[in-house]
């Protein structure tokens, strides 16, 4: 049974930074790969960056570009979001979702205060 794990979450000032992992269990990740997306009270759901499992070619939305960087650990199956310069913008639970099977995780808060 896949499952996906988010951790790393909490509250931070802004201008702070945190880092998000995503960990994989349950099956051999060779193909497809993770996608963060966030969700902020009475907002829709957005992208915020993704990563392929083989290529580790990444994208991210124009929100979190130059501030986000995501990157993998494939020994660990594992997806990290490292988030600098947070504003109380980014504020919002943070999930991610494993591609192209669409598992998600339980989310995790990010909170920014100014």
């Known amino acids: 049974q896949v499952q996906l794990v988010e951790s790393g979450g909490g509250s931070v000032q802004a201008g702070g930074s945190l880092r998000l992992s995503c960990a994989a269990s349950g099956r051999a990740f060779n193909s497809g790969g993770i996608t963060w997306f966030r969700q902020a009270p009475e907002k829709e759901r957005e992208f915020v960056a993704a990563?392929?499992?083989?290529?580790?070619?990444?994208s991210y939305g124009d929100s979190v570009k130059g501030r986000f960087t995501i990157s993998r650990d494939n020994a660990k199956n594992t997806v990290y979001l490292q988030m600098n310069s947070l504003k109380p913008e980014d504020t919002a639970v943070y999930y991610c979702?494993?591609?192209?099977?669409?598992?998600w995780g339980q989310g995790t808060q990010v909170t920014v205060s100014s």
């Open positions: 990563i392929s499992w083989s290529s580790g070619s990444t």
């Open positions: 979702n494993l591609r192209p099977d669409n598992y």
